[in-house]
């Protein structure tokens, strides 16, 4: 697979939108291990999850455009001469679409709507992978869920990415343009946004460890699958480069799942410190809660090859160390 990656991506250009947030900044890494030519487009709102610091290693290596995908004239810019886009750019916080739905809109839905028309004018032969989300499926009506289950989104920020995974979707069947979207599920790993729980409520919980202080577990029922991130870079590596992929959407996922009580006291054992205290579900957030979820990602592995191959145990732990060595850089 390596092998196959690397001719593929060796010397070929690539944009990667969201290119400074949590996936972005790790799959550039793997793309510049390959030899590729990668452009990072990156606004650097202090809301999501764009850092400087995420590409530190290896910021010589490629080239860094702020800007934003909600600007058109810059997008149509930058898509010309590319060979892939790994579109990444979103905002991922569900309460943040709830108290501003029209900026998740924006970024969402009419962004990746301009973004597709770029590549439809300028540069048709381009070949995309979007990250979509396991948020449009809503509260599961069975489990795993496979991706013929309905789609229901409880909120904003879900409706808003379904739309933008199937205007993908559309331009690949109608124009040829070849796209394929991921159905991300919770992404865990080094680089990710701790300060808050914007991007994922375990990056929170690895602040407050790692800072001294005891961890808030919401419920602590709920069933839950993990994907470390290197993980999930690999799904989108294979997806780029198999054409059996293209006008698909894919579930990435883990097994078993495991309840979010399980979860902390993992981590805890993991970091080999810390504690965390049961709470009730804030009643704003019990409204959009999606219950116990985990993914049905046989799709994917019979259709490409890909399975997650790291232990959520193993993905902790590294989480735990990197942050270890880089706190400062991400508070």
Known sequence: MIARQQEYFGGKRVLVTGGLGFIGSNLARRLVQFGADVTLVDNLNPNYGGNLFNIAEFADDVTVNVSDVCDHHSMKHLIQGQDFLFNLAGQTSHMDSMRDPETDLEINCKAQLSILEACRNFNPGIRIVFASTRQMYGKPDYLPV??????????????????????????????????????????????????????????????????????????????????????????????????????????????????????????????????????????????????????????????????????????????????????????
Request: net charge negative; proline share 4%; charged share 25%.
């Open 146 to 331: 496979d991706e013929k289950h309905l789609l229901r989104p409880v909120d904003v920020n879900g409706i808003n990415k379904m739309a933008g995974e199937w205007y993908h979707i559309l331009y690949n069947n109608v124009y040829g343009i070849r796209a394929c979207a991921l159905r991300l599920t919770n992404t865990i790993g080094p680089r990710m946004r701790i300060k808050d729980a914007r991007q994922t409520f375990l990056g929170i919980w690895v602040r407050l460890l790692l800072e001294g202080k005891p961890f808030e577990v919401w419920g602590g029922e709920q069933l839950r699958d993990f994907n470390y991130v290197e993980d999930a870079v690999d799904a989108f590596l294979v997806a780029a480069t198999h054409d059996e992929a293209y006008g698909k959407a894919f579930n990435l996922g883990a097994a078993p799942p495991i309840e979010l009580i399980d979860t902390a006291k993992l981590l805890v054992e993991a970091a080999g410190e810390g504690e965390f205290v049961i709470k009730q579900f804030p009643a704003e957030r019990k409204k959009i809660d999606i219950g116990d979820y985990y993914s049905d990602y046989s799709f994917i592995r019979d259709t490409l090859g890909w399975e997650p191959q790291t232990a959520l145990k193993d993905a902790l732990g590294q989480t735990i160390d990197y942050y270890r060595k880089n706190l400062q850089h991400y508070l």
